[in-house]
């Protein structure tokens, strides 16, 4: 299995940024997906998760109602649409994925796969 992460970039407060996460090698729908994100001096942190097969969705109570997760089965794809941006978002954000669970994982120790991580910078 093999992520790739990006999208990031420089956003003013309230603006917004779409996340792709590109995945290959999900030859199975026992698979959830999920973004993290990292500060600096902080633990990563769940963000939202999304499960392969039947789309159950998850989301952290930070970010609930300001993003959304969803996926493309077709291209494999996963993505993380970010609306109302705020200066504590600020992160660097890494897609996972994990198999074996029900549901989505919150934690990111059972996440055996991992993006290279993209860099969110949210002004004021």
């Known amino acids: 299995v093999q992520l790739q992460a990006s999208g990031g970039g420089l956003v003013q407060a309230g603006g917004s940024l779409r996340l792709p996460c590109a995945a290959s090698?999900?030859?199975?729908?026992?698979?959830?997906v999920a973004w993290f994100r990292q500060a600096p001096g902080k633990e990563r942190e769940f963000v939202a998760g999304?499960?392969?097969?039947?789309?159950?969705?998850y989301y952290a109570y930070s970010v609930k109602g300001r993003f959304t997760i969803s996926r493309d089965n077709a291209k494999n794809t996963v993505y993380l649409q970010m609306n109302s941006l705020k200066p504590e978002d600020t992160a660097v954000y890494y897609c996972?994925?994990?198999?074996?669970?029900?549901?989505?994982?919150?934690?990111?120790?059972?996440?055996?796969?991992w993006g290279q991580g993209t860099q969110v910078t949210v002004s004021r």
């Open positions: 999304i499960t392969w097969s039947g789309g159950s969705t």
């Open positions: 996972g994925a994990t198999r074996g669970y029900i549901g989505v994982v919150v934690t990111s120790a059972p996440y055996a796969y």
């Open positions: 090698g999900l030859t199975s729908s026992n698979y959830a």
